[in-house]
């Protein structure tokens, strides 16, 4: 048997498979099969290896620690890994907010929506359409990305309730069309649904990523904070995927000035090893009481190493600026793209970076370019509620000249499509 059948035998297929590659070892920004043959990685594992597969510092501090103790339950003792992470992250988002460390994404989530309950005595939560917050039971039922996520699962937790997220592609209005309209319906939602003194969190990707790398006007994120702070509801953002210099800033929540109270952290957070985190601000951190929640294998000394050195070589290699420039160039290149009449619109921030299909046939075309670039040598992962959107996610420090080359053939083949179809 070849491993896609001894995987179809031994694993569950529920989790599908993207490509039929085996792939069994990273350098940099590429992977490589076992015959050795090179595929460069522009979706880095789902936004995880942010600095790329074999960076020397991450894996001299895995290294160091692998070798100290591999994991310590984070409530038996003391662990100054642990320590000088959360610290780090206090560097990053402020010195008023306090870490809780969680293993995935979906799991910070829950954090989070316990925290808020928790905090303010308040059982609702209002999340976005097109949202996606992770897949346990809590998390999944603010995910809105795709019905299939959720239907099967159904009943998901009550006093949840999605809005529209202001993304003009999708609604088919100008920023400041989309902006109004979201803006209008929360105020509905608040006067006829649910009544502000019971909404314990809003809860939001700042850009959403598997939505379809969506960037909200600029407006958007302040006129949250400052409804919020009126109605003394809990401003959640969850950088799960943004976060941790993928956009230019450490945290995309960053470019528009505002604070949250909550802070969701995942995926690149741990350097390539399992990690999440939650901040919140330390008012509402030391009103959760010992024993409330926890985790058994949270603050892992292992993921905690490889994350502070990536957050070290992030501030080292001035990464964060790497990412704008490269963003920008890549807008650049690809921005002819948007001329043709079977792409919608090409956007980035920093490293997020999205080629969205236009009309009935976008999603076929997504998929045709995910497949052309793989037979080019290329990974690419699709996005947005119909898989319209291809989506680029290098790692950080990936080579100027490399990603030019590749954004290159990426342009090449969606021409080709697009003239194919
Ligand atoms: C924004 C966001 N939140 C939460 C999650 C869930 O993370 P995990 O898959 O680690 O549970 C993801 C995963 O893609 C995500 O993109």
Redesign the pocket.
Known sequence: MDISQRHAAAVMPVQPMETELELVRGEGPYLFTPDGTRYLDLATG??VNAVGYSHPKVLAAIDEQVHRHLHLYSGTAYQQVLVAFAEALQKEIGPSYKLFFG???????EAAVKLSRFATGRPAVIAFRG??????LG?LSL?DSAARYRSPYEPLLPAVYHVDYPAPTRLGMTPDEALAHVQQQIARLLETDVAPERVAAIVL?PI???GGYVIPPDGFLPWLRDLTAKHGILLAV?????GMGRTGRMFAYQHSGIEPDLV?M??ALGGGM?L?ALAARTELADRWTPGAHGTTFGGNPVSCAAGLATLEVIREESLMEVATQLGEAALRQLAPLAELPCVKEVRARGLMIAVEFAGAEGGARAQQVVTESLADHMILHMAGLKHEVIRLMPPLNIPAGVFADALDRLSTIVRRVCSAN
């Open positions: 789902i936004a293993n995935s994404g979906t799991e910070a989530v949202s996606f917050h992770g897949r346990s998390a995910t990707e959403q990523g598997e969850d950088e799960v995927q943004s969701i995942g995926k399992p999440s």
